[in-house]
Structures are given as structure tokens and as C-alpha cells.
């Protein structure tokens, strides 16, 4: 069962309080170059990207802020260390939320500022603590970094927001290792009534960071806990977002576009499965309906073992089937399998989204 949290709004979407678990990322351009910025925005709402956020390092990026903030209508976030005038430059130029960590900003007069510009626009703050960024005294309590440490600087951070009469907050607790950050959000879950954000942070380059990303944010979100998440990863952001829609995919959580159902091929294989398999992912790669697709090696096991798939192909010597349901529904040549099964897919398409259409 899911962990019931408070729902926080950030623009039109919502995050926590049974809301979907949203998939957000940020851009890896200089914010100060706004062009870059804009297009790596672009691209990532093209591959569904649901909240991005930008690094503010200084107030020249602020300053870029506001025509970042015109270029879309999707949430933006303003990631910020220390200096709350960069805060407060985000909330001005029309920023969504802002990420900061009250504890690292020298005067509480400052704290208040961000605070009640925040109050002003009802925007909420992420407090987001890294493994990097422990307090000192957590460090030395628990001899270095511990899932404990991580969650008592949250609280700390926690603290003086509630203390300003502000809970519009979504809490992240990270690290780059996977068991820290699992054992982390267990922890802080119980302890607060917060939405939390997922991530293993620095999680590294793809394949590795995907493994680890997909462990520590699977295991969570399998056992209720976790209302938004970003995948970071040494790669282009694009794929983080990916990455997001495909571990809601495998948990069930969400469902968006196909999902592919292929078999590792053995010694019965007499087709280039691997070429078949590329070739169907990208023609239905612009496919947002949920469905199953299931490319198998050959027709012995093929369509049994992909039963529950919505339609499907299975290789054989000079011909193969298409199938539905794990059903034959017809014999085509080798050379005309992908071309039958797109002809299939789309028909399928179709017939979902008129449904989906009447029952609007
Ligand atoms: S579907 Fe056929 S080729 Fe693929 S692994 Fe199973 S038996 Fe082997």
C-alpha cells in the first residue's frame, strides 16, 4: 500500500496524496546559456519529462531565469546552494518550486525572506539532503555518513521551515549508495507527513547507474514509499527520464507507452532477432498507449511463453506468426514480419484510443 503524504502542488502537477508518481530530471546545460537550456527543456518534454529542474550557481543565471520560465508551461524547479537572493530571484521570474536547504543559509532573516516569498506565489520548497551534504555533527555522531544522518539533517532543515509556519515541502533524502538511501527514505517515511522525491544520487554512467537507480527507487516505490522520482545519471538527461517511465512501467505503477516482451534467444533461433528487436522498439517509440508487445525467437515457445502480450511475433525458418493474446492469428514471410506486426499494433492503437475516447 502506498504511504499516505500531503499532497504538494507544483503548477499543474501534483505530488503526493495518491497524485502519480511523477518523473522529473534537470538540465545539464549552464543555465547562463539560455538557447542550450531551452532546447535541452524541449527535448526533455518530448520524451515525457513531468518536472525539470535548473541549477541557479550564480545571479547571473538568475538572471536567465525568467525567459527559461517563458519558454514552457512545464514545472520548473530552481536548484540553489546558500545564497537565498537566488531564491528569490527564482520566485520572481515565475519558478515552481524552489530547492534549497534552509540549514546552509547563514541568517534566519534570510530563511524567512525565501520563506514568505514562497507563501507569496504558494510554491513549495524541496529540501534535499545528499550524502555529501550531512551536517558535520550527524558526521561525527555516527562516525561518517549513515542513513541516520541523512534523515536527522532533513528534520533539522524540516524544522526551521515549520517553525516559519511553512509545510509546502517535498523531501528528499539521497545517496550514491543504494542501501544508504533505501534504509534513508524508510526511515524519514515515518517520520513526517511529507511527499519524498527518489533518487540515487550520482548514481553514474548507464549501464551501472541504471541498476542502481532501478534497485534503490524499485525496492521503495515497491513497498509504498516514494511520490516523485529522478534517475540521475552520467548521460544525457533524456534518457533519465526513460529510465523513470520505465521502472513505474515494471512495477505497474504507471503505464506509458509499449512495452517490449522479447526472448534471449537459444539454439532454436533461425531469425536476427536482435535486428527485429531494435527495429520494433523504434518503430513504435512515439507510441504513448500502453501496450505489450512481444518479439519471440521462434514458434515452438514464442507464443505461449508471451501469452499475456497484446500482440506479437515469432520467428521461423523462411516464415513467422503474428499472434494476439498468444493466439496465431496469421502466417507471414520472414521478410514481412515487422511490416504485419506494425499493421496489427496500429490497428490496436487505434481501437485503445477510440475507447479511451467514448469513455471521456
Ligand atoms: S522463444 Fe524460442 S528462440 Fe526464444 S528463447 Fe524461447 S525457445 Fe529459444
Known sequence: ???????????????????????????????????????????????GCEIIRVAVPDMEAAKK??????????????????????????????????????????????????????????????????????????????????????????????KLLEALNFTNIVIAVKSSDVD???????????????????????????????????????????????DTIRVSLTADPVLEVKIGFEILKSLDIRKKGVNIISCPTCGRIEIDLLSIVEEVKERTKD??????????????????????ADVGLAGGKGVGIIFKKGEIIKKVKENELVDALMEEIIKIVSEKNAKKTKNV
Open 180 to 226: 544508504m538511501m533505501i534504509k534513508a527514505n524508510e526511515i524519514i517515511a515515518d517520520k513526517i507527513p511529507y511527499p519524498l522525491h527518489l533518487g540515487v544520487t550520482e548514481a553514474g554512467p548507464p549501464p551501472e547507474g541504471i541498476v542502481k537507480s532501478a534497485i534503490g527507487i524499485g525496492i521503495l516505490l515497491r513497498k509504498g514509499i516514494g
Open 287 to 308: 507510441i504513448e498507449t500502453p501496450l505489450n508487445i512481444a518479439v519471440m525467437g521462434c514458434v515452438v515457445n514464442g507464443p505461449g511463453e508471451a501469452r499475456n
Open 1 to 47: 500500500m502506498r504511504r499516505n503524504s500531503k499532497r504538494i502542488k507544483i503548477r499543474d502537477i501534483s505530488i503526493g496524496g495518491n497524485a502519480p508518481i511523477s518523473v522529473q530530471s534537470m538540465t545539464s546545460t549552464d543555465t547562463r546559456d539560455v538557447k542550450a537550456t531551452i532546447k535541452q527543456i524541449k527535448a526533455l518534454e518530448k520524451a
Open 65 to 158: 531565469l525568467k525567459e527559461i520560465r517563458k519558454s514552457t508551461k512545464t514545472p520548473l524547479v530552481a536548484d540553489i546552494h546558500y545564497d537565498y537572493r537566488l531564491a528569490i530571484k527564482a520566485v520572481d521570474a515565475g519558478f515552481d518550486k524552489i530547492r534549497i536547504n534552509p540549514g546552509n543559509i547563514s541568517k534566519p532573516a534570510k530563511i524567512k525572506e525565501i520563506v514568505d516569498a514562497c507563501k507569496s506565489r504558494n510554491i513549495p520548497i524541496r529540501v534535499g539532503v545528499n550524502m555529501g551534504s550531512i551536517a558535520p555533527k550527524y558526521l561525527e555522531k555516527y562516525g561518517g555518513p549513515t542513513p541516520e544522518g541523512l534523515v536527522e539533517s532533513a528534520l533539522d532543515h524540516i
